[in-house]
């Protein structure tokens, strides 16, 4: 059986460490639907899978902004139709701006909540609303949305409104079996981390490869005995 | 191939006044959503009958493809009675078998569903013990008129499955003798069919007043399973 994952911000960092994680083990996905804004990351990206692809999956590449909402419209049925139903997927894209609260400039905390949060929901529900049954759905959130800090005012408040949402729409779906599992990581070896900390040495603290690793236990088996809380993951 | 017959008709005001019974929502969620969930994915049941109250087609039609029910839907108008309801969803009803279900039992599953479908009998009700005892009476002079054995007696649920043509000819009989019943399985009983009944769960009650709302809800959300 042939199974499909659609992960969001795959061009590098966590969503592009997710997907080689899957991509690179014997299992049942077969697909990767990928999403990312147009870059030559993101191009690698696909180049740097397909290079080394031992269990012959496919890879689809979809260049969008996330902060569109009607790209979004526009995007979710195509996927329906060439790709059929989406077993799997990961709400990684972030964005973030930094500034005080005093500098904030109000496109930026749209642009954040815009890709953070709207667009992980219009996702979901232009999927649900095409008929698609998850098996699972993977927020990533951050500690950022626990424990706020000076500077990320944005940030904090977008990743706090996600694992809100994860926790509703965890309960919502579970008369369809879907899963949802929130994971937020610590800081993480990232462009996104390197905007938020630029004086950090990221080789550090914790990688993207090892986010990937906690969400593929996540969506294992055992994953369920873990996937009732929002899971911090932290060095 | 079975017809789903979703009874959603009847305007109630026992829960939220004004507003018609089978809009009632669990957890914010219509009750009328969890059963055609719970159906959706049974190849089985191929066509669903979902009857609405006067003015409400266009809220059903929204929230169908707002929650995206694949199974086929045809629409009908709810009658003055169950009798008429049924009667009229009965004409549209494009299989041999049908099954009767109610949008206030939104805790049904899946598996009930299939189970009733595998029950190898062609008239079957989910039915329950009963674990109080029940007395026959006189409600105008109060008098306790007898006893009834409870060993024999059953709870009658939904949902239930009936050739249409023995669900039919119990209507008929019904109209026939101008006697009302408030469910099928033992309408078709004493109309004459064989009817038969496979034990229920007491998780798929009846959700009519707040407070049972609130325990679908409590139960729904399975918050119960704390050590």
Not at chain 2, 127 to 156: C, H, K, W, Y
Request: aromatic letters at 8%; hydrophobic letters at 40%; proline letters at 5%.
């Amino acid at each position: 059986m042939r199974k499909t994952i659609l992960i969001s911000g795959a061009s590098k960092g966590i969503g592009l460490a997710t997907a080689e994680r899957f991509f690179r083990e014997d299992n049942d996905v077969t697909d990767y639907v990928l999403l990312a804004r147009k870059s030559d990351d993101f191009a690698e990206a696909e180049k740097e899978l397909l290079a080394d692809n031992p269990f012959g999956k496919k890879v689809f590449c979809y260049e969008i902004d996330l902060n569109d909402r009607d790209a979004i419209g526009q995007l979710m049925p195509k996927i329906i139709e060439k790709h059929g139903n989406i077993e799997f997927l990961v709400n990684n894209a972030g964005y973030t701006a930094p500034d005080p609260i005093h500098e904030i400039d109000f496109g930026d905390f749209e642009r954040t909540i815009g890709v953070n949060l709207y667009a992980p929901f219009l996702i979901v529900q232009h999927l649900l609303h095409l008929g698609n049954t998850f098996e699972y759905i993977v927020n990533v959130a951050s500690t950022a949305g626990i424990t706020g800090r000076s500077g990320w005012l944005t940030y904090s408040s977008s990743k706090a409104a996600l694992i809100a949402m994860s926790q509703v729409l965890k309960e919502e779906l579970a008369i369809y079996g879907t899963r949802v599992i929130t994971i937020s990581p610590g800081r993480c070896a990232t462009a996104l981390r390197r905007k938020l900390a630029p004086d950090e040495d990221p080789t550090t603290i914790m990688q993207p490869e090892d986010v990937a690793d906690a969400i593929r236990m996540l969506t294992s088996p055992v994953g369920r005995y873990v996937d009732s809380e929002n899971l911090v993951v932290r060095l | 191939m079975y017809t789903l017959a979703l009874l959603n008709g009847g305007v109630g005001t026992r829960v939220a006044a004004g507003q018609p019974k089978q809009l009632i929502r669990v957890n914010h969620i219509p009750a009328m959503i969890y059963p055609l969930i719970a159906v959706d994915d049974i190849p089985e049941i191929d066509q669903i009958i979902l009857n609405f109250p006067a003015g409400w087609e266009d809220t059903m039609r929204k929230l169908v493809a707002d929650y995206a029910i694949k199974t086929p839907i045809t629409y009908v108008e709810g009658g003055d009675t169950r009798h008429a309801s049924v009667r009229s969803m009965l004409e549209h009803c494009d299989n041999e078998h049908v099954i009767l279900h109610e949008t206030a039992r939104p805790l049904v599953t899946k598996a009930e569903f299939e189970a009733l479908i595998a029950a190898d009998k062609d008239n079957v009700s989910f039915m329950l013990e009963i674990p109080f005892t029940v007395a026959p009476v006189d409600p105008d002079t109060q008098q306790v008129t007898g006893s009834l054995e409870r060993a024999r007696l059953r709870n009658v649920q939904l949902p239930q499955k009936f050739r249409k043509t023995t669900l039919e000819a119990g209507h008929a009989y019904a109209q026939k003798e101008d006697v009302v019943f408030t469910e099928d399985a033992t309408l078709c009983a004493v109309a004459g069919a064989d009817v038969y009944y496979i034990p229920g769960n007491d998780r798929n009650f009846k959700v009519t007043t707040k407070t049972d709302v609130r325990l679908a809800g409590y139960l729904l959300a399975g918050d119960d399973d704390d050590a």
